[in-house]
């Protein structure tokens, strides 16, 4: 399959699975399709788990798969930063289970071939259970389109032939304007984190709506988090 690489943002604090996104722009019809499939992904993974609360133990993993031109996943595997072989299971046997939409011929003709290869990652929060209860709704509809925002504007520039992995977090006033950041790469050095704060610096953030802030009980200004992540091919 073609692509240089997987670029994702990941945001910190509740349980997150997320389908790592094809070479921006370049493929719309296989974009389109990698969309789908998140969605069904997300929804089995944390469903499968949400039974086993015992597992929800701050682990991070890594899924690779293939799925063929039917929609039926291949050769899936699963890694994680601090072993945890049941946990594995219970994500391998969930995603090998799934049988996907079957993959539209725009995307098998764009990708050159009629499979896809994929690949997601899962983090486990220890406290996801009480986590996502104490999701607000209006803070999490403002924080995922910045989130998004910032993924667009580094697509360009955030690549290597290594990985890269920089944790940010930065606080906006109620206009949206930025008033502190402080950004730190586990993969990657000081080049990736300087790209993650010009682009910080650089995106143009909404206003944030009051009820965020009367929802989460707190003046100005309003936390941002998360993990930019890009894995080459």
Known sequence: MRGAGF????AAGVMC?????????KLPAADAYNERLKTIVNK???????????????????IHYAVDRDGHVHN???TSRTHDSSAEKIVANTLAA??????PIEAQLEVGAGYLELAAQVTLA????????????TYYNYRMPVHKIMQSDLESSFHAP????????FYLDPHGDLTTMRVHARAGGQWAEQIVARSIRRIKCPPIPPKVFKELEQKPPLKIYGTMTWQPR
Do not use: Q
Request: hydrophobic share 50%; proline share 8%.
């Open 44 to 62: 089995a993974l944390r469903s499968a788990l949400m039974k086993h609360p015992d597992r929800l133990n701050g682990i991070a993993m890594k």
């Open 7 to 10: 670029l994702v943002v990941l």
């Open 17 to 25: 699975f997320h389908t790592l996104a094809f070479a921006a722009g």
């Open 98 to 103: 799934i049988t996907f939409p079957p993959i």
């Open 76 to 78: 899936v595997k699963v």
């Open 162 to 169: 290594y990985p890269l992995e920089v944790d940010y977090e």
């Open 126 to 137: 220890a406290d996801a259970l009480s986590a996502e209860k104490a999701e607000i709704p």
